[in-house]
């Protein structure tokens, strides 16, 4: 028998009702509905914004464009931005190791806003294309991945050597849990 779909709970919403957010949200939603996410959902309400580019994570908010162009980008776009809400007590070490192996970053778009956030970006993008990985085939996520100008510098490293990251997460600690964590959403916000 077929299970029933695991990611039915989460709440996808569009900002404006835009056509370009409901291609997004019909995309996205078909992605839920294919593979198994729970893993991945630390937040179950996910807003589709027309009005902003790539995503944020709190609150989870994803450009219909980045969902558009492809099943395997709204993969990793809602990936990426789950993993944000990944509370690991090895977070700090990774990123003050980040900062020790590449103390001079590059801007965005090969890089992130600030130094800081690119060293939290070394864990994050990790987690992500090892959870692509995990659900497409290492192929498929350096396929998605290695191709992006924003970040492009992170996912570089990363794919340059795949083996290094997967033991430094490893020495951190950090790790997607093996079952769904307990989905929170951000106070505050109205929607």
């Avoid at 980040?98 to 060293?119: I, K, L, N, V, Y």
């Amino acid at each position: 028998s077929v299970p029933a779909l695991p990611a039915a709970g989460v709440d996808v919403r569009t900002a404006h009702g835009a056509e370009s957010e409901l291609a997004g949200a019909a995309v996205l939603r078909e992605v839920l509905a294919r593979h198994d996410l729970r893993r991945w959902m630390f937040t179950d309400l996910v807003l589709v914004d027309g009005q902003i580019r790539g995503g944020f994570s709190h609150p989870l908010t994803i450009s219909p464009h980045m969902l558009v162009r492809g099943p395997a980008s709204a993969l990793a776009t809602f990936l990426h931005e789950q993993l944000h809400w990944l509370d690991c007590p090895g977070m700090d070490g990774a990123a003050t190791e980040a900062r020790q192996r590449w103390p001079d970053p590059p801007p965005p778009p090969a890089g992130c806003r600030d130094a800081e956030s690119t060293w939290l970006h070394m864990t994050i993008c990790a987690l992500e294309y090892q959870g692509v990985g995990d659900l497409l085939g290492p192929a498929a996520a350096a396929a998605e991945l290695g191709p992006r100008l924003h970040y492009g510098w992170v996912y570089r490293q990363i794919l340059d050597d795949p083996a290094w990251f997967r033991s430094f997460l490893d020495r951190h600690d950090i790790r997607v849990p093996a079952g769904p964590p307990i989905p929170r959403r951000c106070i505050n916000v109205e929607w």
